[in-house]
């Protein structure tokens, strides 16, 4: 299931900044009293009741000339375009503002679920300045003061209240969604289009021009896919994959909505920081995954230059040891072959589920081979070990101390596993718990 998108829009300086730190528990956002501060999206994850959803916080929207403000407009009408609900934040303390009622208008256009909060609200007494706003048209204002954490409660259960209402893609279990992750121009669309054999997406040598990111289903050798292309920006503007916090949103939605994703590097440009961060927000979230190294036609080559180029995406992607590399062109459609049966076999991987006693015969043996490590005279005891689910594939180790687990005996136990049962391009996660527990 994806996560929902809450975007927090308003014009500047109605403290949308310590809100969104009220919300995410850690004070993520610039904070400081001067109009315009905020000049990005930041984006974060959030959990309340349960509910769990990520939140962006934007740059205030104000209709006027000067670029600043434009950007900051341009950034809200991205995030409200990206979000699923929107929390509109309006100051009690200075009042009903024309700003406000502009603001009104583009949200009312957008038809998303609003949440109106009234900030500034830092004593009961002052709760008669929020009637004003009813004329704004969304309902009841909900009262808060984000610099004393007041009314928060209520803001968050009335937002998760709209969740319940936002539709979830379905598809059939045997069908395997995958999408493709990276930065602008490393060649996503001429991928998908290649893999569809159609041309389904704009493709262009500009960072940034693909419109859509509609999902796609076809079938490949008795065998159902959706591809989720990432690449997407849906209004003009630079500024919309000019900002890595877009992009990384962007992925982080596909991410959660994919078996499979392909970190998409470009031959051309080498590696850099943001691949390795996209890399990052995968593993994390469990999905199995596979590195495509595109445009590698255009790469001069000796009869070292593969092995070598690969030697350094292992170096510097160690965290995704288990991921298998592809060198691939989606122009000259050079080993474009390889990427459906690698993603097939990847995703059984990832659903792969072992047999309890087969699972402690590894273990047993790899515990004769390595005996278990000891802390201040106290040895590390195995009792038994058992997988309690899949994507990814997860196991519990029952022990007489799960501090006596230490992350190197950790990854000779998952080394073991591998070495066994392959799981090739999933993550696997190991969990020690207390025999009793």
Request: without cysteine; charged residues 25%; hydrophobic residues 40%.
């Amino acid at each position: 299931m994806t996560k929902p998108v809450v975007a927090i829009v308003g014009r500047p300086n109605v403290g949308k900044s310590t809100i969104f730190n009220r919300i995410v528990g850690d004070r993520v956002a610039i904070v400081e009293d001067m109009p315009g501060v905020t000049r990005d999206r930041i984006y974060s994850a959030a959990d309340w009741t349960g509910y769990e959803f990520h939140i962006i916080d934007t740059g205030g929207i104000e209709i006027g000339d000067e670029p600043l403000l434009i950007q900051m407009r341009e950034q809200a009408e991205i995030a409200i375009d990206e979000a699923d609900v929107i929390l509109f934040i309006v100051d009690g303390k200075e009042g009903l503002t024309a700003a406000d009622e502009d603001v009104a208008q583009l949200l009312f256009r957008s038809k998303k679920p609003t949440v109106l909060a009234v900030n500034k609200i830092d004593y009961f007494e002052q709760r008669d300045l929020i009637y004003e706003f009813y004329s704004l048209g969304f309902g009841d204002p909900v009262p808060i003061s984000g610099s004393h954490g007041i009314g928060i409660g209520n803001l968050l259960d009335k937002i998760v209240s709209h969740f319940s209402k936002i539709e979830n893609d379905d598809y059939d279990a045997n069908v395997i969604r995958f999408s493709l992750i990276g930065r602008p121009n490393v060649g996503k669309s001429s991928l998908v289009n290649s893999i569809l054999g159609r041309e389904r997406v704009i493709v262009s040598d500009i960072a940034g021009t693909t419109r859509d990111a509609i999902d796609t289903s076809f079938e490949r050798d008795g065998q159902e896919y959706v591809i989720i292309d990432t690449a997407g920006m849906r209004k003009k503007g630079k500024v919309y994959e000019a900002t890595e916090k877009y992009s990384v949103l962007r992925a982080l939605r596909a991410i959660e909505r994919s078996d499979v994703v392909l970190i998409v590097l470009n031959a051309e440009e080498g590696i850099i920081e943001q691949d390795k961060k996209i890399a990052g927000y995968a593993h994390d979230a469990g999905r199995a995954l596979i590195i495509v190294v595109n445009k590698w036609d255009i790469i001069k080559k000796d009869n070292q230059t593969l092995k070598k180029f690969e030697e350094k995406i292992r170096d510097e992607f160690q965290f995704i040891s288990y991921a298998p590399v592809l060198f691939v062109s989606a122009i000259t459609k050079q080993r474009l072959q390889s990427i459906l049966p690698t993603v097939q076999t990847v995703a059984e991987n990832h659903a792969l589920r072992i047999k309890t006693n087969v699972l402690n015969d590894v273990i047993m043996d790899a515990i004769a081979m390595n005996p278990t490590p000891t802390d201040k005279g106290k040895r590390l005891k195995i009792n038994y070990i058992t997988q309690v689910s899949v994507k990814p594939p997860t196991f519990v180790l029952f022990v007489n101390d799960p501090d006596l687990l230490h992350f190197s005996y950790r990854r000779f136990l998952e080394n073991q596993i591998r070495d066994t049962f392959g799981f090739k391009g999933t993550p696997i996660k190991i969990i020690a718990r207390k025999k009793n527990d």
